[in-house]
């Protein structure tokens, strides 16, 4: 199972590779010649992975189980208290200031606006630092019309096993095309495994 940032470079591979530019020929006119069994391949990558949705999150949480150690020692070296701290002196700063002008001053809105925007600018500043102070990696985007295309190159691949298994005649450049994606994402994947050794 892809973790997030695997999924990420996955991601990354595809949207870098020519071959990813555009639908392949080959490979949507297998799609076509064979409905049957690219419904079957859509059902079997949707019992293993789950939904789109339902995938993403399960990567998540292989990223979070990874990632376990590294929290685990933070936490007992004190780092994490101080992030915790941290934490709330931000929001009470960013809630009592607000506050105190609404209980104070209620007449002049030009007071408050100016103190909404400040208090908008501290927050992307103080979470940045905080992030940053934290020492956590930083949570991969995951956009999901980049993770339908890698899952259906999955889809494809699956479906080229589908087809051989039921000794269906596949050309060698079909084969060839209709694993590329699938290749990319196992090679990704295995470039981010060796990073994190």
């Known amino acids: 199972m892809l973790d997030l940032d695997e999924m ?28 049957e069994e690219l419904s079957a391949a859509r059902a079997l990558v ?13 990567a998540e949480v292989v990223r979070n189980n990874r990632l376990a150690a590294t929290m685990r020692r933070r936490r007992s070296s004190g780092s994490a208290r101080e992030v915790f701290i ?29 103190v909404g925007i400040a208090c908008i600018a501290v927050a992307m500043t103080g979470g940045h630092y905080i992030t940053i102070h934290a020492r956590v990696p930083v949570m991969p985007n995951i956009r999901g019309a980049w993770l339908a295309e890698i899952r259906d190159d999955i889809i494809d691949a699956t479906l080229v096993a589908i ?5 269906t005649a596949l050309d060698a450049r079909t084969v060839t095309a209709g694993r590329r994606g699938w290749v990319s994402i196992q090679t990704a994947a ?8």
């Open 163 to 167: 087809l051989q298994n039921n000794g």
């Open 8 to 35: 990420a470079a996955a991601i990354d591979r595809r949207l870098t590779s020519s071959w990813a530019d555009k639908d392949t020929h080959l490979v949507t006119t297998m799609r076509a010649a064979h409905p």
């Open 46 to 58: 949707k019992l293993h992975l789950g939904s789109q949705r339902q995938w993403r999150l399960k």
């Open 86 to 114: 941290l934490r709330a002196i931000l929001m009470a700063g960013l809630i009592a200031l607000p506050s105190y002008i609404v209980v104070t001053d209620r007449e002049d809105v030009l007071k408050l606006v100016l």
């Open 190 to 197: 295995q470039a981010m495994d060796a990073l994190h050794r």
